[in-house]
């Protein structure tokens, strides 16, 4: 079984500014995927990364898989309010998530 | 297609009773998860069909639990003689088990109060 390791657990920044979110282990996944969640709801994809070293761009947002797919990141450029969230991430080998980072932008 | 229906939305109960969730996947999709979330911890995996077939329980499926996905369809999850350490979010996802790099579709969950 994987241990995701996700870090920071809270994130409070300003709008406009950029921020990095982390998602770490010690194994090797195939494939892993990055949801966001907002209170009240059911988590919702916004991408899967399978190879190493693969980057993919959803407007603001940026996902890196690392060259050993062992970890991952995502950027947010320009935060605004509406990325508030709970961002997750998730390999689904062993259908595991992680704690989330709790993302906070305030106006 | 409307995406994942889970029901009731809320749910509250007392200690000792039996709840039961439903969940009606996507259509076409053959897998089935059942998650339990509490606040500030990200989704944990309980169990998961691949059409009617339970291939999979977590240890943290006790025997107070159970689910069934008798046609392959929509899925119920029963909770027997409630406590208060139910108290959570119930998320229903499903996925189609042939794409490879599948990511899951959730509902919007059940959230169950225990008083």
């Known amino acids: 079984t994987q241990l995701l390791e996700q870090s920071p657990q809270f994130l409070s920044i300003q709008e406009g500014e950029n921020l990095t979110v982390y998602c770490n282990s010690s194994?090797?996944?195939?494939?892993l995927q990055w949801y966001r969640q907002e209170p009240g709801e059911g988590p919702v994809l916004l991408v899967t990364?399978?190879?190493?070293?693969e980057v993919k761009k959803l407007k603001r947002l940026t996902f890196q898989f690392g060259d050993a797919r062992k970890d991952s990141s995502l950027h947010i450029t320009a935060a605004q309010p509406g990325d508030t969230g709970l961002y997750l991430c998730?390999?689904?080998?062993?259908?595991?998530f992680g704690a989330g980072t709790r993302l906070t932008v305030k106006p | 297609d409307t995406g994942v229906s889970q029901d009731p939305r809320h749910k509250i109960t007392k200690r000792g009773q039996n709840v039961t969730f439903r969940c009606d996947p996507i259509?076409?999709?053959?897998?089935l998860y059942w998650y339990r979330q509490t606040l500030g911890q990200g989704p944990e995996f309980l169990t998961y069909?691949?059409?009617?077939?339970?291939?999979?329980k977590s240890r943290l499926l006790s025997d107070r639990f159970s689910a069934e996905r008798p046609k392959g369809s929509f899925s119920t999850l029963e909770i027997q003689r409630t406590e208060q350490g139910d108290s959570a979010m119930y998320l229903c996802?499903?996925?189609?088990?042939?794409?490879?790099?599948?990511?899951?579709?959730f509902g919007s969950g059940t959230r169950l109060t225990v008083v």
């Open positions: 259509s076409e999709h053959n897998r």
């Open positions: 998730a390999v689904s080998d062993d259908m595991r």
């Open positions: 990364v399978v190879t190493g070293g």
């Open positions: 996802a499903s996925s189609l088990a042939s794409d490879k790099y599948y990511g899951y579709t």
């Open positions: 194994s090797v996944f195939s494939s």
């Open positions: 069909f691949q059409n009617e077939a339970q291939l999979e």
